[in-house]
T-cell receptor, first 114, second 110 residues
Framework: GAVVSQHPSWVICKSGTSVKIECRSL??????MFWYRQFPKQSLMLMAT?????????EQGVEKDKFLINHASLTLSTLTVTSAHPEDSSFYIC??????????FGQGTRLTVV | QKEVEQDPGPLSVPEGAIVSLNCTYS??????FMWYRQYSRKGPELLMY????GNKEDGRFTAQVDKSSKYISLFIRDSQPSDSATYLC??????????FGTGTSLTVIP
């Protein structure tokens, strides 16, 4: 089946530094990818839609200068958390729809900012 | 009103029980319906995918979509402790924007 790979699965960084998370579709091309944030025992919160070859679309309340998204190719989208602070600690998940139908998720990245 | 409503549970059942998980929605334009299973600290895993109305069966899992009632269900037969997870329903109009339920936490007791 289709696979979406996300890397790293777990990262700890110091406050003020930046962290890059990669999301790859391994056996299909994805012109669109989605980035979510999930707090413990809560559902997924859509942060932004990553579009290949154009700017990402951010949900209301999400700072685009803080969460930089780059959809470099049809199989890769990256999310960079810039100047990370402890409140940015969360579980970040990407997903990619295959052929505009079912969506597949990456394994998620647990970010801890200390 | 939220686009998708899902009872968060928690739901606790004995091993071997039949589990019924449900979601309701308000937008009649939804055409694609999905169920995901998420283990703690892992990304959601696609379990079932259904287009339009009807039933779909895969092993111990059955997904039902009733578009007239705007209601979808996931049934798990002969539930196992390994089924203990959070189950998320999701739906989409076109495949480019997905709406998720809040997830139902399920525990299957041995």
């Amino acid at each position: 089946g289709a696979v979406v790979s996300q890397h790293p699965s777990w990262v700890i960084c110091k406050s003020g530094t930046s962290v890059k998370i990669e999301c790859r579709s391994l056996d299909f091309q994805a012109t669109t990818m989605f980035w979510y944030r999930q707090f413990p025992k809560q559902s997924l919160m859509l942060m932004a839609t990553s579009n290949e070859g154009s700017k990402a679309t951010y949900e209301q309340g999400v700072e685009k200068d803080k969460f930089l998204i780059n959809h470099a190719s049809l199989t890769l989208s990256t999310l960079t958390v810039t100047s990370a602070h402890p409140e940015d600690s969360s579980f970040y998940i990407c997903s990619a729809p295959r052929e505009d139908t079912e969506a597949f998720f990456g394994q998620g990245t647990r970010l801890t900012v200390v | 009103q939220k686009e998708v409503e899902q009872d968060p549970g928690p739901l606790s059942v004995p091993e071997g029980a039949i589990v019924s998980l449900n979601c309701t929605y308000s937008n009649s334009a939804f055409q694609y319906f999905m169920w995901y299973r998420q283990y703690s600290r892992k990304g959601p895993e696609l379990l079932m995918y259904t287009y339009s109305s009807g039933n779909k069966e895969d092993g111990r899992f059955t997904a039902q979509v009733d578009k007239s009632s705007k209601y979808i269900s996931l049934f798990i037969r002969d539930s196992q402790p390994s089924d203990s997870a959070t189950y998320l329903c999701a739906m989409s109009k076109t495949g480019n924007q997905f709406y998720f339920g809040t997830g139902t936490s399920l525990t299957v007791i041995p």
